[in-house]
């Protein structure tokens, strides 16, 4: 009978989404918005074929944190410390002044306090699942705006540690019983669990994937990388922690492991179907009984709480560097309540801070939101969005394939002197830029800049990658403008590409790639300076060129030399040290071979003839 009831239920959920999801795309709703319908559909309040989606519910949270260990391992530790002010900054920003606003508005309202910090602190987090979501099915990830949603998602989740400690806290104070010191203790072991994961991670994650690599079994490689998920999260749930806050930190440990694009191959599937599946119990977990009971009191939470975020939101984008296309995505994905929210109303039910009518009506308003925030993006797409574009005029795609013999994509600083130089001796590229605000800019100078995403496969193709000769790489991200190369050097490897490198490492990372024509950006220019130092203290104006042209060189030969070693750290410092001590004596012989010329010269100069010797000439 278990077995039958297995199977019945795999029926089920299966059949719900093969026919909502289509369906809703179809209707050009997004697949979000088909998996929560089918929810809905199958659930207490539809068709009963489900009737306790709460079990379903914490199962498939397990694709919430499969996706954020997939984002984890799109961002190497130096890519997530270059995004710490956006997460602590804006994150603390977004989290802090929505549970403000929401607390003030709470009390006016004759709320207790800690029923309204509790409500607040709630409703003030986001859905990850949804927002993430969103952003990879509209392939957003890399803009201004999946970059903000993706840093404040990241602070939400470091800030279930405090919120969780919080409500033993709240309890003491309404007179429950609980260990006032507990909460503390409990945010202790969460620290320290944090701290083992990222030990262990650089530690002991890479020998042990290769030693399981050798064994050349697909399917075990496949159970190690769950493995790896499950476990991270299995130790942050432990200590109450997010458990997909362990496997984002497990992902970004990983980032930069010779397995990371494997580990996204046998990760993917999983993901994705369980994803959906968090999405199905979502829409089943929505309590329409608390909904028919009170529907203004809900409507009235769930239009305030989302009016108050994205008050905060929009306040947050007209400051934050977000093209204006991309506010309303932006405000949209952060208004909503998120999974978390059902957590903390749990929580502070069973804490004793709030009653058990009140903790089902908040979660029924935070379900509600998430419910509702893929209509209203689907309203923005056709309403909101278009008019922002038309006020800063349309933006140029690619919609025919091109046919110049060069591309350049990003056009900044550094790509704009190649285009330049390339229009002045009448040459033509195609030129691809994704910053909105750049391509605006340019177009007022008479530039045709095309807007897209270098890194999509199917632009590339269209921007005539099949039949041109040279791609100029001027992207200034590092990743993506390795991404780039990555994926054309596969797809196109008849494309020879010439790169800028905006340090040493993306220097390498792209020498690695096959990429050979790379130029370091400040190289030139910084060499350009020191010769005119050289000049003003007194060096003739060749020798100082001689000069630079010989430290160029000299630092180009070094950065070969240096290639096979540039990811052992130890290795590349003693090299460096090295080739600097060899320029310093190179640079020390010719001082010498300079001063031995100079007294030649004094030594052979003719004397002086005497006035006499002249008038007898």
């Not at 410390?81 to 508005?105: D, K, N, V, Y």
């Not at 991270?232 to 694009?261: D, H, I, K, N, P």
């Not at 790379?518 to 050289?534: F, H, K, N, P, W």
Request: hydrophobic share 55%; glycine share 8%; proline share 4%.
């Amino acid at each position: 009978m278990e077995n039958t009831s297995w199977l019945t239920g795999t029926l089920i959920y299966l059949a719900a989404a093969v026919v909502a999801v289509p369906l809703a795309k179809l209707l050009g709703l997004g697949s979000i918005i088909g998996y929560l319908a089918a929810g809905i559909l199958i659930g207490p309040w539809g068709l009963q074929l489900v009737t306790d989606p709460k079990d379903m519910l914490h199962f498939a949270e397990f694709g919430v944190v499969l996706m954020l260990f997939l984002v984890g391992l799109e961002l190497e530790p130096r890519r997530l410390w270059a995004l710490r002010r956006p997460i602590f900054g804006w994150g603390t920003l977004q989290l802090a002044g929505s549970a403000a606003l929401m607390t003030g508005a709470g009390m006016l309202a004759g709320l207790d306090l800690r029923l309204a910090l509790v409500a607040a602190f709630g409703l003030a987090m986001s859905s990850t699942a949804i927002g993430l979501g969103v952003l990879a099915e509209r392939n957003l990830m890399a803009t201004t705006s999946g970059q903000s949603i993706l840093s404040v998602a990241l602070l939400q989740d470091v800030a279930a540690i405090p919120i969780l400690a919080l409500l033993p806290l709240l309890a003491l104070a309404a007179g429950a019983h609980a260990n006032g010191g507990g909460g503390w203790f409990d945010a202790a072991k969460a620290i320290g669990v944090i701290a083992a994961i990222v030990l262990g991670g650089r530690l002991l994650l890479r020998p042990a994937l290769r030693w399981i690599a050798r064994s050349e079994t697909p399917e075990i490689f496949t159970a190690a990388s769950l493995l790896l998920v499950v476990a991270t999260a299995a130790l942050m749930q432990a200590v109450g922690l997010s458990m997909a806050l362990g496997a984002f930190l497990a992902g970004v440990l990983l980032a930069e492991s010779e397995y990371r694009r494997e580990l996204e191959t046998d990760i993917e599937p999983f993901k994705g179907l369980l994803l959906g599946l968090f999405f199905i119990a979502v829409g089943m977990s929505i309590d329409f009984a608390v909904v028919l009971q009170r529907p203004g009191l809900i409507a009235l939470l769930v239009a305030g709480f989302l009016l108050l975020k994205a008050l905060v939101l929009w306040l947050m984008a007209c400051v934050m560097p977000l093209p204006k296309p991309e506010r309303p995505v932006f405000i949209l994905l952060l208004a909503q309540g998120g999974e978390f929210g059902f957590v903390v109303f749990q929580s502070a039910a069973q804490a004793g801070v709030v009653a058990l009518p009140v903790s089902s009506l908040l979660v029924a308003v935070v379900a509600i939101s998430m419910l509702l925030t893929p209509l209203l993006l689907v309203a923005a797409d056709r309403w909101w969005i278009p008019r922002l574009a038309a006020a800063r005029r349309a933006l140029p795609e690619i919609s025919e394939p091109q046919s110049a013999p060069v591309i350049i994509a990003g056009f900044g600083r550094y790509g704009q002197i190649v285009g330049r130089l390339l229009y002045a001796n009448g040459i033509t590229p195609t030129v691809l830029d994704h910053d909105a605000e750049q391509i605006e800019a340019m177009r007022r100078f008479g530039w045709r800049v095309f807007y897209g995403d270098a890194t999509r496969l199917d632009l590339m193709r269209t921007a005539g990658a099949d039949t041109a000769r040279l791609l100029v790489l001027a992207i200034d991200d590092v990743e993506q403008s390795t991404d780039v190369a990555a994926m054309v050097r596969q797809h196109f490897p008849q494309l020879t590409i010439v790169a800028r490198a905006r340090n040493v490492r993306h220097f390498y990372a792209l020498r690695e790639l096959g990429v050979r024509l790379i130029e370091r950006e400040t190289l030139d220019s910084a060499l350009m300076s020191g010769r005119s130092v050289l000049e003003a203290l007194g060096w003739e104006p060749h020798h100082a060129r001689t000069l630079a042209l010989r430290f160029r060189r000299h630092t180009v030969r070094q950065l070969d030399a240096m290639a096979p070693h540039w990811k052992d750290e130890a290795r590349l410092i003693t090299a460096a040290k090295q080739w600097r001590q060899q320029l310093e004596e190179l640079f020390a012989q010719e001082r010498d071979a300079a001063r031995q010329r100079e007294l030649r010269a004094s030594w052979e100069a003719p004397a002086e003839p005497a006035d006499g010797d002249d008038e007898a000439r």
